[in-house]
Structure formats: C-alpha cells, structure tokens
T-cell receptor, first 115, second 110 residues
Framework: EPEVTQTPSHQVTQMGQEVILRCVPISNHLYFYWYRQILGQKVEFLVSFYNNEISEKSEIFDDQFSVERPDGSNFTLKIRSTKLEDSAMYFC?????????????FGPGTRLTVL | RKEVEQDPGPFNVPEGATVAFNCTYSNSASQSFFWYRQDCRKEPKLLMSVYSSGNEDGRFTAQLNRASQYISLLIRDSKLSDSATYLCVVSGDSSYKLIFGSGTRLLVRP
C-alpha cells in the first residue's frame, strides 16, 4: 500500500538555526500539505501546495516558513530561524481530491525539538 | 467559539461496551467531515468519512446533522485495540485544508 514517508523522524536543533523537513508524498497525488501538532495540542494546518505553488496557508505559516518541491518526489518544509515554540510534530500529507479517493494520507511525522 | 469542538474525555470503558463521541463545528459551510484516529505520538489515520445520510463500517457508525452542525461516532463492541484518541475533522468551505478538533481519548479496559 502506498504511503507518505518523512525524514528525519526526529530533529534536534538550536534556536536560530535553519531546519529542513523532508517528505515523499504518495506518487500519484497532486496536493501536498504540512500540519503541525504541539505536544498535548490539536493538529493545526500550516500550508497546502498544488501545481508548484502554495494554494493556502495559515497564520502560523509566516515568513520564517517556506515549502518547496525540489524534484518530482520530495516536498520540503524549511524553517529559516527556529524558535523554541516551533518544537512540535510536523506531519506531511498528500491527497488527490479529484480522484476516487480524496482522503489526505499522513506521514509518520518529524519530531522537531528546538533547544 | 472553537472551529471544531470535542469532549476531551477520557472515556474509560470495558471491552464489549458501546461508546459514543460527539463533535460540533462552527462553519456551516463546511463541506466534508471525517473521523480520524490517532495513537500516542503517531500520525492521524482516517477512520471513516461522514456522510449526510450516515454511514457504517463494521463496528463504527458515523452520523452528521448539518442543521445542528453536529457529528457523532458510535463504536460498538469495543476492543482493547480501539484505545486511541479520536479526532473529529472537517474541511474548509472552499479549500481542502483539514480543521481538527482536539480529540476524544478512549481507553478500553479488559
């Protein structure tokens, strides 16, 4: 069964450093998403991406964040200068809303710890 | 008002019990509705979509009441493996982004 993969599973970084979280969406999907979940809190939408551009973003997704699809398979989230409050699980998801199954499938997540 | 509101629980039930979760959402223009399941420190996984006519998948039954902006999930014959957090999720009125509730925790005891 196809699945979304994410690397690394855990990233520890110092405040102010840049991090890049990587995702490989399901191969025939066209929409890609990033969500985050701070420990003990709900899952929050960050950004959606379609046709090589951002289709929607939340208030959380400020200038410190960027997304990119550098090649045909990877989808990345970059945090330019990490803050303590960026510590969270970051989930990538993908979907094909126009297809038979519009479900968003989530990757296993990257746990980001900012010290 | 929260966009998606759920009772956090926990619901602590014996194996074999029937348990029901409720959820309300604030945006009357929401188009799609789901129940996801999340195990501790894992990713959300789709349990079932929720349709206006109500739908059933084995031991799980979901209902949607658009007039009251209310979604429910019924689990019959609870198993130990049902222990998890159940997330009520709606999609936006004109977008694909998912809006999550905070989740209801279920503990099924032997």
């Amino acid at each position: 069964e196809p699945e979304v993969t994410q690397t690394p599973s855990h990233q520890v970084t110092q405040m102010g450093q840049e991090v890049i979280l990587r995702c490989v969406p399901i191969s025939n999907h066209l929409y890609f998403y990033w969500y985050r979940q701070i420990l003990g809190q709900k899952v929050e939408f960050l950004v959606s991406f379609y046709n090589n551009e951002i289709s929607e973003k939340s208030e959380i997704f400020d200038d410190q964040f960027s997304v990119e699809r550098p090649d045909g398979s990877n989808f990345t989230l970059k945090i330019r200068s990490t803050k303590l409050e960026d510590s969270a699980m970051y989930f990538c998801a993908s979907s094909d809303p126009s297809g038979r199954d519009p479900t968003q499938y989530f990757g296993p997540g990257t746990r980001l710890t900012v010290l | 008002r929260k966009e998606v509101e759920q009772d956090p629980g926990p619901f602590n039930v014996p194996e074999g019990a029937t348990v029901a979760f409720n959820c309300t959402y604030s945006n009357s223009a929401s188009q799609s509705f789901f129940w996801y399941r999340q195990d501790c420190r894992k990713e959300p996984k789709l349990l079932m979509s929720v349709y206006s006519s109500g739908n059933e998948d084995g031991r799980f039954t979901a209902q949607l009441n658009r007039a009251s902006q209310y979604i429910s999930l019924l689990i019959r014959d609870s198993k130990l493996s049902d222990s998890a957090t159940y997330l009520c999720v709606v999609s936006g009125d004109s977008s694909y982004k998912l809006i999550f509730g905070s989740g209801t925790r279920l503990l099924v005891r032997p």
